[in-house]
């Protein structure tokens, strides 16, 4: 929509006017925003549609993946943390909570798997020990959870 045509262009919005439906891309630094309004006949229904390719950085992207899992949509979570840590694979947080997901759905061996790259990315962190540990336990590795508890306490 063109300043021409009438359209706010003050805000940097791009919006593109379909029959019932209304699509907003708004770049907020760098990081671009899409909101979809549906005309509903008796009000305005807004969705925000953030797309992991639009992160700018893996804080950002690790944010909107930690309130998809929030809002219950672990499978989608799980989905944008693995092209996080394609991205993004020295960035270690994402891995922990791969495995923290991955336990949650009770898939253990990809909870160790993503639990021990954490400590591979992190190891001077008694945290990341202490949860394969304890992980290691559930799943019947008591020598593995053994050694993940002693190396936590020497760190």
Do not use: H
């Amino acid at each position: 929509m063109s300043a021409a045509s009438g359209g706010n262009t003050d805000i940097g919005a791009l919006t593109e006017r379909l029959e019932n439906f209304v699509l907003i891309v708004y770049p907020l630094a760098r990081l671009y925003f899409i909101f979809v309004r549906v005309k509903c006949p008796e009000s305005f229904l807004y969705l925000l549609y953030p797309r992991s390719s639009m992160y700018t950085t893996p804080e950002l992207w690790y944010d909107a993946c930690v309130e998809k899992q929030k809002s219950g949509q672990i499978d989608e979570a799980i989905a944008m943390l693995g092209e996080l840590v394609d991205k993004f694979p020295d960035y270690a947080l994402a891995y922990a909570a791969l495995g923290a997901y991955y336990t949650k759905k009770e898939q253990y061996d990809d909870a160790m798997e993503f639990c021990k790259k954490y400590c591979e990315k992190e190891p001077n962190d008694p945290f990341g020990y202490s949860v394969l540990s304890s992980l290691s336990i559930r799943i019947g590795r008591r020598q593995e959870a053994e050694d993940a508890l002693a190396r936590s306490r020497g760190l």
